[in-house]
């Protein structure tokens, strides 16, 4: 008997790594319904687009990426956060197939049955327990919940997303399981909010590998922590429990970094962003955290020219890099993204003044990042290889996430293993990398 030729659907995903973890559930059901994906638009049947809308960068990148599939391919589906804005989209473009939302794999894979039905019975393939993913296949997201259940006044994530929705734990577990057993060394823990999770099922308490384990952030960090790969947390609010973590950090049970989306150090301006947050009191609390555990490092985001910024708010700002001396830090000029309720302050800041503390302030915090980086050289650190360079190879130690952070250049004539180990001595550093040999 010969079987049908399966369709092929091009996948273009875009946004943060809650974006990529959508995408990645997309394609892991489309592979288990028979479709084949492709890397290109011109063998590709349809070309689903995975938009991202949170700022204007981003609806500028969706909208070109939309435009592109529709000129190279013609057959598009649109699915993603910008999606969620589907009157625009389909004025916009009104030969798309269809448009939907944030966490829409039912209604995506309804619009592709629509026009490309399934070749065979889903329940006759094999797709690996883990799913189909993005990344490398060293490395990993974890996604532990959807939704959040702030109103930052410059975020418009909710009204996509919803509120807080956390996963049960073991299934959770079951899935980090699954990873692990796939060969990932590396899981990189994911949400709106991360540090929330388990606050809107009353922290349930649930069975792993014979376990009672709460649905709650420290007991996550526990149960990962028993799997023996890097455990990385990101997208953690500075709630109190956190200090709970830090502990099984000095332990080396995860690993010693905390992404903590600051957003501004100003009281006033906290305010008006509608943020928690304690200048203060975080710097104690990073003070401790660091007593507790002196390899911990700190990244974080923060946001300049928001409405109603002052020269004495952004001062302040700059105090407080000094004193809280992050290892790694973003930083974005306020953007009046369609939506949010921040775009109604007064005294909105001039775009050349937002310029210009942007630059101040990425030129204040890589003095902090080179003097912090250079504090590295002579120790032997740990390094997840990904890439060949021309030098010899390029990798991640426990203080570089993805994408994000710095890289670790190793300076070596041997063969190496791309997603292995390798005990790195760190040479030489610059304001964001790492320099070092083999040992």
């Known amino acids: 008997m010969t079987l049908p030729t399966p369709h092929k659907i091009g996948f273009v995903s875009l946004g943060c790594p809650k974006a990529t973890v959508d995408s990645e559930l997309i394609i892991t059901q489309l592979r288990a319904e ?82 490309f039905p399934a070749p ?47 996963r049960p734990i073991d299934d959770v577990m079951q899935e980090a399981q699954y990873l692990v057993d796939a060969g990932v060394k590396e899981i990189l823990v994911i949400s709106q909010d991360t540090s929330a999770y388990g606050v809107d099922v009353k922290y349930r308490t649930h069975f792993w590998e014979g376990q009672a384990l709460q649905t709650r952030f420290l007991d996550l960090a526990k149960a990962l922590g028993q799997l023996g790969v890097w455990v990385r947390l990101h997208y953690v609010y500075p709630y109190p429990h956190v200090d709970d973590v830090i502990p099984l950090m000095a332990e080396g049970l995860i690993l010693p970094y905390l992404d903590i989306p600051f957003q501004h150090a100003s009281p006033r301006i906290l305010k008006l962003m509608k943020r928690p947050g304690n200048r203060e009191r975080v710097l104690e609390r990073i003070q401790a955290w660091r007593e507790i555990c002196p390899e911990l490092v700190i990244r974080s985001t923060f946001i300049v020219g928001f409405p109603g910024e002052t020269d004495e708010d952004f001062q302040q700002l700059l105090d407080f890099l000094d004193a809280a001396q992050l290892d790694r830090v973003g930083c974005f000029m306020y953007s009046p993204v369609e939506g949010a309720s921040a775009n109604d302050l007064p005294d909105q800041v001039a775009e050349d003044i937002k310029q210009s503390r942007y630059d101040v302030f990425m030129q204040h915090q890589q003095t902090i990042s080179t003097t912090r980086l250079k504090l590295r050289i002579g120790q032997q650190m740990q390094v997840l290889v990904e890439a060949e360079d021309e030098a010899g190879y390029v990798g991640r130690s426990y203080a570089d996430a993805p994408d994000i952070d710095g890289l670790v250049y190793i300076d070596t004539d041997m063969a190496l293993n791309l997603g292995e180990f390798y005990t790195v001595e760190i040479t030489d550093t610059d304001e964001y990398d790492c320099y070092g040999v083999l040992r």
């Open 120 to 166: 065979h019975d889903p329940f006759l393939d094999l797709v690996p327990k883990q799913g189909v993913k993005l990344t490398p296949r060293h490395y990993a997201y974890l996604k532990i919940s959807e939704g959040c259940n702030h109103r930052c006044s410059f975020c418009i994530i909710p009204s996509f997303r919803g509120d807080l929705v956390s």
């Open 34 to 115: 028979g479709y084949d994906i492709v890397p290109d638009y011109d063998s590709a049947d349809m070309v689903i687009v995975n938009t991202c809308g949170f700022i204007d960068e981003a609806v500028a990148e969706s909208l070109e990426t939309i435009d592109e599939a529709l000129h190279e391919n013609g057959k598009v589906i649109v699915t993603g956060c910008l999606g969620a804005k589907s009157d625009l989209i389909n004025q916009r473009f009104p030969e798309l197939l269809a448009v939907t939302g944030p966490q829409a794999t039912n209604e995506v894979m309804q619009a592709v049955h629509q026009h």
